[in-house]
């Protein structure tokens, strides 16, 4: 089991990594689009492609690792409210769902979709990259999920996330900062 959870430990850094490094790249690939179309008025012919693509494998990688950290999007009202047995079967019901999402149409959807691809030839048309390449990352999300999904599974965590914890941090800072700036201003004209 530690081997297995060492494993997920260097996945969840390379794919950190990889994400940050995607993301340099759409920035600078965008930046260039932008600057050789307003500055040199010869726009990129790939920047737009390359950019779209990026964003493609950015979007999929990106729910993965949002998936690994309990930072995806839910609804959670019912879970939280519920007791510690029902959390429990929600819990592992949240996550057989994602087991076979990830199996049924991730996996096998996205191998599909790359078979199609590939038979059919299909390549962008400006960068001639085959479009196969560009949708194995959708079979690639499917089994990472997959693998965080049974980590999940196996290692259950039943206490209940706040998901948005930094957004109420904020809104306690900003409330505080107000309340402040009211007392100041109250002060001041008393003066």
Same mark, same amino acid.
């Given at each position: 089991?530690? !081997? $297995?959870?060492?494993?997920? @430990?260097?996945?969840?850094? /390379?794919?950190?990594?990889?994400? =940050?490094?995607? &993301?340099?790249?759409?920035?600078?690939?965008?930046?260039?689009?932008?600057?050789?179309?307003?500055?040199?008025?010869?726009?990129?012919?790939?920047?737009?492609?390359?950019?779209?693509?990026?964003?493609?494998?950015?979007?999929?990688?990106?729910? !993965? $690792?949002?998936?690994?950290? @309990?930072?995806?999007?839910? /609804?959670?009202?019912?879970?939280? =409210?519920?007791? &510690?047995?029902?959390?429990?079967?929600?819990?592992?019901?949240?996550?057989?769902?994602?087991?076979?999402?990830?199996?049924?149409?991730?996996?096998?959807?996205?191998?599909?979709?790359?078979?199609?691809?590939?038979?059919?030839?299909?390549?962008?048309?400006?960068?001639?990259?085959?479009?196969?390449?560009?949708?194995?990352?959708?079979?690639?999300?499917?089994?990472?999920?997959?693998?965080?999904?049974?980590?999940?599974?196996?290692?259950?965590?039943?206490?209940?996330?706040?998901?948005?914890?930094?957004?109420?941090?904020?809104?306690?800072?900003?409330?505080?900062?107000?309340?402040?700036?009211?007392?100041?201003?109250?002060?001041?004209?008393?003066?």
């Amino acid at each position: 089991m530690n !081997v $297995y959870k060492s494993f997920l @430990n260097v996945l969840d850094t /390379l794919l950190n990594r990889f994400l =940050q490094s995607l &993301l340099v790249i759409v920035t600078a690939v965008v930046t260039w689009q932008v600057f050789s179309r307003y500055v040199l008025n010869a726009p990129s012919s790939f920047t737009e492609e390359l950019a779209r693509f990026l964003l493609i494998w950015i979007t999929l990688l990106g729910c !993965v $690792y949002a998936y690994r950290h @309990n930072s995806h999007l839910g /609804l959670d009202m019912i879970y939280t =409210q519920a007791s &510690l047995t029902y959390r429990k079967w929600m819990y592992r019901f949240i996550h057989i769902c994602v087991v076979s999402f990830a199996i049924c149409v991730m996996m096998i959807g996205g191998f599909s979709l790359m078979n199609m691809t590939e038979q059919l030839g299909q390549s962008s048309p400006v960068m001639g990259i085959d479009i196969s390449l560009v949708y194995s990352v959708v079979p690639l999300s499917g089994v990472l999920i997959l693998l965080y999904a049974i980590d999940a599974l196996i290692e259950p965590n039943y206490e209940i996330v706040a998901h948005d914890e930094f957004a109420h941090t904020a809104m306690a800072d900003e409330s505080i900062d107000k309340q402040s700036e009211m007392t100041n201003a109250n002060n001041k004209d008393k003066q």
